[in-house]
């Protein structure tokens, strides 16, 4: 009998082992995938054809007086002030989405701890089915007290 618990002692352990290696490898691909598509997309910001190219003045003054800037100065000024404007817009939203997948990430990992705690709580107890006999074996090897009842030491166990 102490061979059987000690054998779903041993596969637990191992599932559990199992588990951490595929959360951190899960993690880590997470993290090169998240990293080349950021890297993708500044290439992609820089070499993004100019969007105000070839627009009036009257035009970028309506789209900078639309997104409350500055409308003043001449065309160069209007172009970099809504450049800088987009720029500060793009960063903007990264970080959202940043703070958006950290919560997702987080939430998640919540999801798995809680998914283990029910797993651990439906476990097979190591000590069910084992005798008074055997338990007081166990326990006197564990240098624990040996007198009470069977829930007693198993509790004590």
Same mark, same amino acid.
């Given at each position: 009998?102490? #061979?059987?618990?000690? #054998? ?13 290696? @595929? ?26 054809? !100019?969007?105000?190219?070839? !627009?009036?003045?009257?035009? #970028? ?5 639309? =997104?409350?800037? @500055?409308?003043?100065?001449? @065309? ?5 002030? /809504? ?5 500060? =817009? ?11 997948? +950290?919560?997702?990430?987080?939430? +998640? ?20 089915? #084992?005798?008074?006999?055997? /338990?007081?074996?166990?326990?006197? %090897? =564990? %240098? ?8 007693? !030491?198993?509790?004590? !166990?």
């Amino acid at each position: 009998m102490e #061979l059987t618990v000690r #054998l779903e002692e041993d596969d637990t352990r191992r599932r559990q082992e199992e588990r951490e290696e @595929k959360e951190v490898a899960d993690a880590t691909d997470e993290e090169e995938a998240k990293e080349v598509k950021e890297e993708e997309k500044e290439e992609e910001d820089m070499t993004a054809p !100019l969007p105000y190219f070839g !627009l009036t003045v009257t035009q #970028l003054t309506q789209e900078a007086r639309g =997104r409350g800037l @500055k409308v003043g100065g001449k @065309k160069m000024e209007l172009t970099v002030r /809504l450049e800088e404007d987009d720029t500060r =817009r793009r960063q903007e939203e990264r970080e959202e989405k940043e703070v958006a997948d +950290a919560t997702d990430e987080e939430e +998640a990992k919540e999801v798995k701890e809680e998914e283990k705690e029910e797993e651990d709580m439906t476990a097979p107890l190591p000590y069910f089915g #084992l005798t008074v006999t055997q /338990l007081t074996q166990e326990a006197r %090897g =564990r %240098g624990l007290k040996v007198g009470g009842k069977k829930m007693e !030491l198993t509790v004590r !166990l």
